[in-house]
């Protein structure tokens, strides 16, 4: 494929291809090709309880009342919670956050805590990506006399917990438009409530003698939430984080720069850049580490205090590495044993509770089927702690609701593809069992399902950075809109060594005489590495996956991060 002549219609053509082939009506191509807020974001007050929050906050706001952002420890909840302080600043009113100790607290805001903030002086709390589920604590809130307002998009049962607003796309009786944006992060929902407050404000002349708060500049927190809580890259998410990269890029956030210095990117952030360096920083605050790290760093407007807390963040990350390592070389040795369970179920004594989720997303991998990863003995009462990561097409989270209400679990939540669980020990069969019977029947559907679509088949030569270019300005890419997988092919093993601990690097040639560079990452001992290996010396062969620039050396080359391959002879 020779892309150097006439690149501007080529250019066109293959993303209009592209779109189209991804379900993209050919008459709203041009909206799918550069998403903007402007094409994609709905009125806020389609949203139930929406209009009710903004008017509240805005109130909030007007009398200088003392306000507390309650959060999650992950990035979602840090983002989310950054998000609000934030435009609050912006507004004048300095907010207190509180995120909860993972291992201390768990998820969720508790009674104990939310009357403690209230006594602190707190008449107003906002939950920030949680409290759909918690029906106690915000009982107990309410008989304080402390309004709360909920922000989440986590799964929410048919009942409802008393709160002032409960703003949460998948309430079970939001209305179709608002149900339509049931993929949003929690930090999109902030980002709406947001909006609708800035309205509310204006409406009652608050502007008049001040300037409007530049609520774009708050899209740099909305793209890390997002593609960090691996919501779906499609419809308004897509243009959420299309813009929070151009904001990101512009390193207007102290602390959001800083970030991006820890992870050693001398370029501006891409999105998986977001998942896979900055994201996971983020996170080992909350996970082995100090829960507020992230929601400080995300706030401040010290760039010393933000490289410091950039640094710590770095080095919690590194620990959180070790501790994953341990925990998941632990759960594999369980896996024989769960090859008839529809749905994987491991537990462990002195499993760190900070990083099953993350083990949980690799069981889930490499089983090819939902996991929960538990950490028993997690807490004083005995409990253990589980996370649980899902496949495409079985909704793990409404499941681990059905458990929670069938008394199987202390607690427990989530959405279609993560969840999070309390379980008592003498529980963990009853559950196995019961999500067996539950999603058995889903599971089978979806992996019978499974295939490796291809975006585009090229011959070795056409594997060229203008390629890759052209490939990346159809994104961002992520779940719910993957990015391209191409075929490259046919091709001769030239060279294949391990990179790393587990990598498998090849060197290709094709009948053409192009040559390139290949990597199945993580592979080495599957049926796929192990083929690359040893197998496929002298043999013809095609390799599919996502092309990718090479940077390394003197001048970018295209190379091929392998998913699949398939021989010719």
């Known amino acids: 494929m020779d892309l150097s002549g006439n690149a501007a219609s080529l250019d066109h053509d293959l993303v209009t291809q592209l779109l189209l082939a991804r379900g993209v009506p050919h008459d709203d191509v041009e909206r799918h090709r550069n998403p903007s807020l402007r094409a994609f974001l709905p009125d806020p007050s389609a949203f139930r309880d929406m209009d009710q929050a903004a008017e509240r906050l805005a109130q909030a706001v007007l009398t200088g009342e003392r306000l507390t952002v309650y959060g999650d420890y992950d990035v979602d909840g840090a983002t989310s919670a950054a998000l609000l302080i934030r435009l609050l600043r912006m507004l004048g009113h300095e907010a207190r956050y509180y995120i909860p100790d993972r291992l201390l607290e768990g998820y969720g805001p508790s009674g104990e805590a939310l009357v403690r903030l209230g006594a602190e002086g707190s008449s107003l709390i906002v939950t920030v990506d949680c409290g759909a589920m918690a029906f106690d604590a915000l009982a107990q809130a309410h008989a304080a006399g402390i309004d709360v307002i909920v922000v989440d998009h986590h799964k929410c049962a048919a009942e409802l917990p008393l709160a002032t607003a409960l703003v949460n796309p998948n309430r079970l009786d939001e209305d179709d438009l608002a149900a339509a944006h049931g993929h949003l992060a929690a930090v999109g929902v902030a980002f709406l409530l947001a909006i609708a407050t800035v309205r509310v404000l204006r409406q009652r002349g608050f502007f008049a003698s001040q300037p409007e708060p530049d609520l774009f500049s708050l899209l740099d927190l909305v793209a890390l939430g997002t593609v960090a809580d691996v919501a779906a890259l499609h419809g308004l998410n897509r243009a959420l984080v299309a813009q929070g990269l151009k904001v990101m890029a512009r390193r207007e956030n102290i602390g959001m720069a800083a970030l991006i210095d ?199 030569g056409g594997l060229v950075p203008p390629l890759v270019d052209t490939l990346e300005s159809a994104g961002p890419y992520g779940m719910g809109w993957p990015g391209p997988r191409i075929a490259v092919g046919p091709v001769r093993l030239v060279k294949a060594d391990l990179v790393g601990r587990d990598h498998v690097r090849l060197i290709v040639r094709g009948d053409d005489g192009a040559s390139f560079k290949a990597v199945a990452f993580r592979a080495a001992e599957t049926d796929l590495g192990q083929a690359l290996l040893h197998r496929a010396q002298g043999r013809k062969l095609w390799l599919a996956g996502r092309a990718k620039i090479d940077d390394w050396g003197s001048r970018p080359a295209a190379e091929l991060h392998i998913e699949d391959a398939a021989w010719v002879d």
């Open 262 to 460: 820890a992870s050693r990117l001398t370029r501006a952030p891409t999105c998986s850049d977001l998942g896979f360096a900055l994201g996971p920083r983020i996170n080992a605050g909350g996970r082995v580490g100090e829960a507020t790290l992230g929601v400080r760093l995300l706030t401040t407007e010290d760039p010393d205090e933000a490289r410091a807390i950039a640094a710590q963040l770095s080095a919690l990350n590194e620990e959180r590495r070790a501790i994953e390592a341990a925990v998941q070389e632990a759960a594999e040795a369980q896996l024989d044993a769960q090859h008839n369970r529809a749905v994987v179920v491991l537990a462990g004594a002195g499993w760190h509770p900070g990083v099953i989720g993350i083990v949980a997303g690799r069981i889930k991998e490499k089983a090819g089927r939902p996991a929960l990863v538990i950490a028993l003995d997690a807490d004083e009462a005995g409990h253990g702690k589980g996370s649980g990561r899902s496949i495409a097409g079985v909704d793990l989270g409404a499941a681990i609701i059905a458990a929670r209400e069938a008394g199987l679990l202390v607690a427990g939540g989530g959405h279609a593809m993560a969840c999070g669980l309390t379980i008592a020990p003498d529980r963990l069969s009853a559950l196995a069992e019961f999500l067996d019977e539950r999603l058995g029947s889903a599971v089978t559907a979806a992996q019978s399902g499974q295939s490796l679509a291809l975006d585009l088949a090229v011959a070795p």
